[in-house]
């Protein structure tokens, strides 16, 4: 079935590179997502990657996909307190409007 | 600004009393979903609207409708909320299958 695991919690400096990780186990997965929510907020699309893809790089965001793995991460590059929030990756087929969403990482940065 | 906006943010509810939520969006969007957020959890879907077909997943409750009058308004009804269906409500739209999905603020549902 779907799933889509994440680690609970990271921990960085600010100025540090933060990378969050997601595993999927979906092989027809098509497209992946990154959403940050912020305390009692919706939640915010920060960028997304087609699976025929290994890499895309926004600004401070570089989003990482091993599809052989079902790997996905997420690096933010010079981690800001601005940052603080839960991040979740989503996962979608391609005959499906229906994202399923990792467990989330709680990214707290420290100054 | 383009954007999916909820109403209220915030609600209060009596155990047992109907209560509706409000989501309009202004992005032409064909395509409007409900999730559901309970503390420290995933969203989870309730059900979704492609235009004005419904599609209600398996294990949303009854308890649970919605309604979709027109392209740029949604509500999610509970008929009778239970104290498990204390949540953040989250509506969010997108233009179709193969694209991103973009959500409201949310509504933070309480129940008395």
């Known amino acids: 079935g779907e799933d889509v695991e994440q680690s609970l919690f990271l921990s960085v400096r600010e100025g540090d590179s933060s990378v969050i990780n997601c595993t999927y186990t979906?092989?027809?997965?098509?497209?992946l997502y990154w959403y940050k929510q912020e305390p009692g907020a919706g939640l915010q699309l920060l960028t997304y990657?087609?699976?025929?893809?290994d890499m895309k790089q926004d600004q401070r965001l570089t989003v990482l996909l091993n599809k052989k793995d079902k790997h996905l991460s997420l690096r933010i590059a010079d981690t800001q307190t601005g940052d603080s929030a839960i991040y979740f990756c989503a996962e979608k087929g391609i005959n499906t409007d229906k994202l399923i969403f990792g467990t989330g990482t709680r990214l707290q940065v420290f100054p | 600004d383009a954007m999916v906006i909820q109403n209220p943010r915030y609600q209060v509810t009596q155990f047992g009393k109907p209560v509706t939520l409000s989501c309009s969006q202004t992005?032409?969007?064909?395509?409007m979903y409900w999730y559901q957020q309970k503390s420290s959890q995933a969203p989870k879907l309730l059900f979704h609207?492609?235009?004005?077909?419904?599609?209600n997943e398996a294990d949303t409750p009854d308890n649970f409708q919605s309604r979709r009058p027109n392209t740029s308004f949604c509500f999610l009804d509970i008929r009778s909320p239970g104290l498990g269906d204390a949540a953040m409500y989250l509506c969010?739209?997108?233009?179709?299958?193969?694209?991103?999905?973009?959500f409201g603020p949310g509504t933070r549902l309480t129940v008395l």
């Open positions: 609207y492609y235009d004005k077909d419904f599609n």
């Open positions: 969010a739209t997108s233009r179709g299958r193969a694209y991103e999905q973009f």
């Open positions: 992005l032409n969007h064909n395509v």
């Open positions: 979906d092989s027809s997965s098509t497209y």
């Open positions: 990657i087609f699976s025929n893809m």
